[in-house]
Nanobody, 124 residues
Framework: VQLQAFGGGLVQSGGFLRLSCVAS????????MAWFRQAPGKEREFVQA????????YTADSVKGRFTISRDKTKNTVYLQMDSLKAEDTAVYYC??????????????????WGQGTQVTVSS
């Protein structure tokens, strides 16, 4: 199983980026898919997740109304559209896949597979 995340970069505050996570070795429609992030000196934190059915998204309060998770089953790819970016969104972003119960979607322990991370830097 491999999750390849890309699309990060340097953007000004108020700008946007779209991250992609291409999965191989698993079918994303059979897994809960999530994005986490880790800022320098901080613990990794939950950003957004999409249940395996694709019907419900779970979102951290800090990104609500600005970030959107989606998927393209034909490409076996999950996306994170990030709008209205702020300096505090600066972090390495990781995609993850798991089969945990829905109540655990915000927990790192619910995900068995992780991508390598992509750096997002927002300048103020």
């Amino acid at each position: 199983v491999q999750l390849q995340a890309f699309g990060g970069g340097l953007v000004q505050s108020g700008g946007f980026l779209r991250l992609s996570c291409v999965a191989s070795g698993l079918t994303i429609s059979n897994y809960n898919m999530a994005w986490f992030r880790q800022a320098p000196g901080k613990e990794r934190e939950f950003v957004q997740a999409l249940g395996w059915s694709g019907g419900r998204a779970y979102t951290a309060d800090s990104v609500k109304g600005r970030f959107t998770i989606s998927r393209d089953k034909t490409k076996n790819t999950v996306y994170l559209q990030m709008d209205s970016l702020k300096a505090e969104d600066t972090a390495v972003y990781y995609c993850a896949a798991g089969r945990g119960i829905l109540s655990s979607m915000r927990s790192m322990s619910a995900y068995a597979y992780w991508g390598q991370g992509t750096q997002v830097t927002v300048s103020s």
